[in-house]
């Protein structure tokens, strides 16, 4: 072969390899947002799990957890009813809850008229 051939041959490889590597073309566009993974869901208590045999022969697993809400997607915010801002929620309170205060004296526990984040706690769970 040739000097000038082999040249030829080098720079038609080393072109034909660029070609194959080649990425996507660099742009100004904001990358997208990482897919969600398991560990940025908030942590919930497993409840049960069952093991079943699938129709593939491998193990399907079924889990149940505690819900990380109320039925109806509503949920409470102490910070919220607390108003006052005292570590506690009064009757007045309370009322901006239509559920919670038909229940009050039922999740007042201790009869003193104020429900504290652990009598709610109770409640909700």
């Known amino acids: ?3 000038t051939a082999l040249l030829t041959a080098t720079l038609l490889l ?3 390899q660029a070609q194959a590597t080649r990425g996507t073309p660099a742009t100004t566009l904001p990358l997208p947002p990482p897919a969600a993974t398991p560990a940025d869901a908030p942590l919930q208590r497993q409840t049960g799990m069952t093991v079943l045999e699938g129709s593939h022969g491998g193990p399907v697993i079924i889990r149940s957890v505690e819900p990380d809400s109320l039925v109806g997607g509503d949920r409470l915010d102490f910070t919220v009813l607390d108003a006052d801002g005292d570590g506690t929620v009064d009757r007045r309170e309370a009322a901006s809850d239509a559920s919670l205060r038909a229940e009050f004296d039922r999740v007042d526990a201790n009869r003193d008229g104020r429900l504290d984040r ?3 706690a109770g409640w909700i769970l």
């Open 14 to 16: 080393a072109s034909l």
């Open 118 to 120: 652990d009598e709610l």
């Open 1 to 3: 072969m040739t000097r």
